[in-house]
């Protein structure tokens, strides 16, 4: 069965360097790109988001937005913050609100890797 | 100066780098930052200063400057709103003996903290050798940014302009940044962003 994932960064560049930290064991995978919280919601609704890897500092909607909008939607729907923004309440924040877990940019292949251990996901 | 994909990678890495300096000054305070998504604009001469600075802030109420030095060179003017500074003067800790020393304190400070994460953020990011700096001092109100730069080697500069907002929850501080790159350094931060892209 297809694993539909979602990257939703404002900043193609981190787009891309989440897609390459992405293991290459990952079977049958189809990545969808959003470039703004808006799109990450519509891809959701398109049936395109078992797993979401969210920023939260985006233009239109921010993560804050997607991931309660999603976790109100689908409690099950497995978020990723990848975030700038490190502060330890912003953490807090996005734990309360559902994310599965929380890494601070730039993005690094092992930490993303071993925080997709950590939740299940291989 | 820099090509939109290069400015779009440099966003972000000026976003990361803010988002570090947003945490240092979270914990200072100890309270929440909320960040904007940066906006840059490449600028080539100071002619244009004036329109770029419109656009960064409407009002400023005052400036500091800091510069830095290495193969990432120029200089970096804070811009305050100074609505909300004895608000952050009390969460900062200042003791009140004298309004306009504490505002003076409180921003070169802040100048400070908030340029050494956004300059050190960026050349560690784009694998470049760490810059010094000078001590940040006072750019008042009432001399314009244009006048500011052409009585500075800055006039030789090309300028990054970086507009982004730190806003602290339930206060009325804010501040924007503006980043003017030397001329000697556009090409070193220029491949050093093209060795980013081409990496990913």
Redesign the interface.
Known sequence: MTMHIVIADDSSLSRKMVMKALPSNLKDVEITFARNGKEALDAYHCGKADVMFLDLTMPEMDGYTVLKSLKEIDANTIVIVISADIQPEAQQRVKALGAASFIGKPVTTDVLRQRIREIGLL | MFTQ?QL??L??II??A???G??RL??LIET??V???PRLYAVKGSDDMHEAHQQISKQPVITTRQSFIGPFRGEVLVIFGMNGANELAELMGYVDDGEAQIKEELILDLTNLLVGACISGICE?LHLEQSTFSSPTLFFEGETLNSFIQGTALKDSKALLVEIQFRIESHAFACELLICISNTSIKAVSDAVDR??DS?
């Open positions: 994909e779009d990678a966003q972000e976003n990361i803010m988002g570090q947003a945490d979270a914990r929440f930052v960040l904007s998504v990011q980013l892209i990913v």
